[in-house]
T-cell receptor
Framework: AQRVTQPEKLLSVFKGAPVELKCNYS??????LFWYVQYSRQRLQLLLR??SRESIKGFTADLNKGETSFHLKKPFAQEEDSAMYYC????????????FGKGTTLSVSS | DTEVTQTPKHLVMGMTNKKSLKCEQH?????MYWYKQKAKKPPELMFV???????INESVPSRFSPECPNSSLLNLHLHALQPEDSALYLC??????????????FGEGSWLTVV
């Protein structure tokens, strides 16, 4: 069965601390993986996708096919990073859509 | 214009009412989506339209009826809803469905309360 797991419901860190939001998936084939973010009172938006291997707002995510993980990392958290983060795999088959993990709330305090 | 616009922002309806949620985008996207989001839960996929044809229906009850009149518009017709259908309904669009480089753009959502 296809499944995505974000084990932490809430992650609280201090400003300047490293952050790692975990995501594990169980999908057949090679899914495409995305992180979406929802800031308070803003619409859900794409943060980054694994295929681009990009860094957005200091965040990176590495796809580990052996561990079937796609953890989101940032070396130094900022208060404006506080938001809900969703890991979203998309099955490799054409014509399929994103399914969202349960999400992790990141709270960064000073 | 990189926005998905949803109306109304808030809707309160009785269980016997018929209402519609509307969604519009002018980005030339040919895939449009409806998601349902309950409080503190992730968005759940309901329907996907690809080139104005219903492509995915995630076993949604028939009291929800989607419609895609043209490539820019997506409606969700509501009839005989239950209180448990109260949620934030998100519309989204992407260039085409299901490619790795495609970005899905979300609207702000329509808050629906069924009384």
């Amino acid at each position: 069965a296809q499944r995505v797991t974000q084990p932490e419901k809430l992650l609280s860190v201090f400003k300047g601390a490293p952050v790692e939001l975990k995501c594990n998936y169980s999908y057949s084939g090679s899914p495409e993986l995305f992180w979406y973010v929802q800031y308070s009172r803003q619409r859900l938006q794409l943060l980054l996708r694994h295929i681009s291997r990009e860094s957005i707002k200091g965040f990176t995510a590495d796809l580990n096919k052996g561990e079937t993980s796609f953890h989101l990392k940032k070396p130094f958290a900022q208060e404006e990073d506080s938001a809900m983060y969703y890991c979203a795999p998309k099955p490799a088959q054409a014509g399929t859509a994103l399914i969202f993990g349960k999400g992790t709330t990141l709270s960064v305090s000073s | 214009d990189t926005e998905v616009t949803q109306t109304p922002k808030h809707l309160v309806m009785g269980m016997t009412n018929k209402k519609s949620l509307k969604c519009e985008q002018h980005m030339g996207h040919r895939a449009m989506y409806w998601y349902k989001q309950k409080a503190k839960k992730p968005p759940e996929l309901m329907f996907v339209y690809s080139y104005e044809k219903l492509s995915i229906n995630e076993s949604v009850p028939s009291r929800f009826s989607p419609e895609c009149p043209n490539s820019s518009l997506l409606n969700l017709h509501l009839h005989a809803l239950q209180p448990e259908d109260s949620a934030l309904y998100l519309c989204a669009s992407s260039l085409i469905i299901g490619t790795a480089m495609d970005t899905i753009y979300f609207g702000e959502g329509s808050w629906l309360t069924v009384v």
